[in-house]
């Protein structure tokens, strides 16, 4: 329990994370104070995005399409792993 309520309390402590992003609703560059920069691209029901941070070196990118209720997405993480996910009405697996 006190592991519990130390991290909590250094959580609630760190800064908070912003971003700050320029362009339009179509497309959008974006970075952040933890050294994040990416693009936003949306085309109808597509959002792609691609991102590296110069502080690691890491590249990752994500793209997200919906139909009705439903959002695929996919993308590779950090470390040139490729992952997916399906969402239905919020619920995601």
Known sequence: MKIAVVTL??????APAYAMCVGTNTFQSCTDNSGNNYTI???GN???MQG???RTGSNWN???TTFGNTTFHNGVDKDGDSWSSTCVNG???
């Open 9 to 14: 309390t250094l959580s609630l402590i760190t």
């Open 41 to 43: 691209n949306r085309m």
């Open 46 to 48: 597509t959002t792609m």
């Open 52 to 54: 590296n941070n110069y």
């Open 62 to 64: 994500q793209t997200s």
């Open 91 to 93: 619920f995601c697996n």
